[in-house]
Structure formats: C-alpha cells, structure tokens
C-alpha cells in the first residue's frame, strides 16, 4: 500500500508548527515528521464490526520505508542495547512528572534507560507557553524554527468529572461523545502537524451522552443507564476528533495519529496486586498483543482508516505513527512501585501503565529497530 501522502518532496515551510495531544508524554514527538507511514496491521473487512470478545486478529503487512533505499522500520523489530544511554537524568531535565521520576523514588536498577537510543545534538526549547498552566504548554526551538505545542485531554471529547470517587475510586466521567474538547480543538488551524493519542483514561467509569443525553456508560452503577463497555466510548470519541479534523477548511497540516500503548500488569490487575518487574524488553516472539489492549488498538486503526478515507475528498492528510508494538515490548519501563513514597497513600501503586523518564519513550522512538 502507497503512503497517501507520497514521498515527502520540496523545501518545508519557514516554520513548522506542531500540535501534540495526549495524555502521556511528549518528549519524543519533536521528530514526529520524519515518520510518515501507514498502518503496520490493517483489517481485512471493516464490516460488521465484532463485539468487544471477538477475537482480533489484523492482517500484517510490510511495513512502508521511511525514504527510498532505508531499511528503516522504527515501528518494529527488537530492543538493543545502547550504553551510551541515558542522555539526561532526574536531575537534569526539569519536565519530569513526579509519577514517573523513578530514579527519585529508588528505582535500584538502571538498565531499563539502556537500551537503543541516540539523542546526541539535542537543543532545549525556549518555553513561550501563552499560558502558566502545565497542561497547555509550548516550546520553540530556535535553530529549527520548530514550535511544539502540548494541550493535555483525558479523553478527547468534552468531559467532567462527576465523582471524584465513584465505583473503582478512580472518578465517575461524563463524557460528550459529539463535542469536541474545544481547549485544545479551537487551536488546529494555528498548526502544520497535529498528533493525537488517547487510551487509558477510558479505562474509568463514565456516563455517555450524545445529542445532550445520557446514551449509557461503562461501568458506572446506575440505575436505568446501560453498560456500553468503554470500547463504544473510546471509538465514539476517536471518531468525533476525525470528524471536527475533517470539518476544518483552514487546516491544511498533516494528522498524525500515535497509537495504543498497552499496560503491562503482571499476576494480577491494577488494584489486585498487580505489578511490573521485569527488568529487560521482550523479544518480539515472547508476547502477543490481546484482551483490552488489542481491541483498544483496533478501534483506533479503524477509526483512521475511515477519516482517512473521507479527509482524502476534502484534502485532509493522515498519517499513523504505530508504536504499539514497541510499547509491548517494554514491560521494564514503568515506575511499579517507584513512581511515589513508599507511605504514600495513592490510587495506582504499582504503575505499570506510565514511562520511566528517562525511559523506554525517549531511547527507543526516535531510531531504528535493529534486526
């Protein structure tokens, strides 16, 4: 299959813009750019969709080069070590999230930072964020002429909190599956690149609406209101941000969709005792992605596919950046434990579902898998 968008030909503009949305990290999407590349695992038949226990299982194609004459795949292969590693600790990078500054918390082994990374030459942004708030930030970097921007969203869509407590103590959401979130959507047409992500945060309960009505809900224990399942949430939510991309005539950039990145709880869910130990990468022939995980994935390409089929009539550009299968490999690179104060009373306290900084996401996203 031919990347939409071709090879990439011509000079880039003055300045490259870059919006980034998600809830995780952004640390390693300044290079986003470089990685245009259709979806590593598509369906056969989008039609009929199967239930949430259907067994998924996406067709493997060749992965797309990066340019003519590379034999670089960054979306596969293995984890190799690099000793080189790591570029910066907790003490010298100042955007660290308490929850993963695992070195802080007496994280006693360090190997997890070593492994196929090369951040050599890097430049520190200059911070000219239009506002104080740590969820809507922006950074220039000057050599480049490259802003990146980070607008934080738990869910996509318009959301409330309902309960801060509620069935698993982890909040009670309602969400506006038809509504945009518009702190972050009323801002698309200022950029060139937009890379949107979404995924756990729907693992919480949550009240739908649609059309400003309750539709159902995952989990949520109320009387009268259907269960759903969140996988209805989180597809309704992934296709509400397509179609408000979609909508917009003056944005002209390119949409970048960064996919799933599953958990890694061993013996036991997150409040049952479970935990992340490991200390070293899989190889790519000891897991398998499946359960939640696959069917959150799925969703997203299917989602993909679809805006990318109708933004092709309005002019739209899709890109999908697949680091699933690099993710899944990495169940060393969570806190577990290590993220808090061991008498810290927390709602997670073995985190296998955040990255380590330093960690996994910047050594191994931005270079090639070796073989």
Not at 325 to 346: C, F, K, M, T
Request: proline fraction near 6%; include cysteine; charged fraction near 20%.
């Amino acid at each position: 299959m031919e990347a939409p968008l071709g090879r990439n030909h011509g000079q880039p503009k003055s300045a490259k813009l870059i919006l980034t949305l998600f809830f995780l990290t952004v640390v390693f999407l300044t290079i986003i750019p470089l990685f245009y590349h259709d979806p590593l695992f598509l369906l056969e038949d989008l039609s009929p969709k199967p239930s949430p226990t259907t067994s998924r299982q996406p067709q493997i194609l060749s992965p797309i080069k990066i340019s003519e004459g590379e034999d670089c795949d960054i979306f596969s292969g293995e984890w190799v070590p690099n000793h080189n590693a790591p570029y910066y600790t907790n003490t010298t990078c100042w955007a660290i999230h308490e929850h993963q500054n695992c070195m802080k918390y007496g994280r006693p082994d360090t190997e997890f930072m070593k492994w196929n990374g090369n951040l050599m030459g890097v430049e520190y942004p200059i911070d000219v964020s239009h506002t104080t708030e740590e969820d809507f930030k922006r950074w220039r970097y000057t050599t480049y002429n490259f802003t990146m921007a980070y607008f934080s969203t738990t869910h996509l869509v318009k959301s409330e909190e309902r309960d801060a407590n509620g069935p698993t103590h982890t909040g009670l959401f309602n969400l506006y599956l038809d509504e945009s979130d518009e702190r972050w959507a009323a801002h698309i047409e200022e950029f060139d690149y937009l890379i949107i992500s979404d995924g756990h945060w729907f693992d919480r309960p949550s009240v739908f609406y649609e059309n400003h009505q309750i539709v159902g809900c995952h989990y949520c224990l109320i009387d009268n209101v259907v269960d759903l399942t969140k996988f209805y949430g989180y597809r309704k939510a992934f296709r509400t941000t397509f179609r408000t991309i979609n909508s917009l005539e003056n944005f002209k950039g390119v949409t970048i969709l960064r996919t799933f990145a599953p958990s890694h709880f061993e013996n036991g869910v997150w409040n049952e005792g479970g935990n992340c130990v490991r200390t070293k990468p899989f190889r790519s022939n000891q897991t398998t992605l499946g359960g939640d995980s696959m069917e959150f994935y799925m969703i997203q390409i299917e989602e993909f596919q679809t805006a990318q089929r109708e933004g092709r009539r309005k002019g739209k550009r899709y890109r999908l950046m697949d680091t699933t299968q690099a993710s899944l490999l990495r169940p060393d690179g969570h806190p577990s434990r290590y993220g808090h104060w061991p008498h810290e009373n927390v709602t997670l306290y073995n985190d296998c579902v955040h990255w380590c900084l330093p960690g996994p996401l910047i050594l191994g996203m931005i270079s090639c898998f070796k073989y």
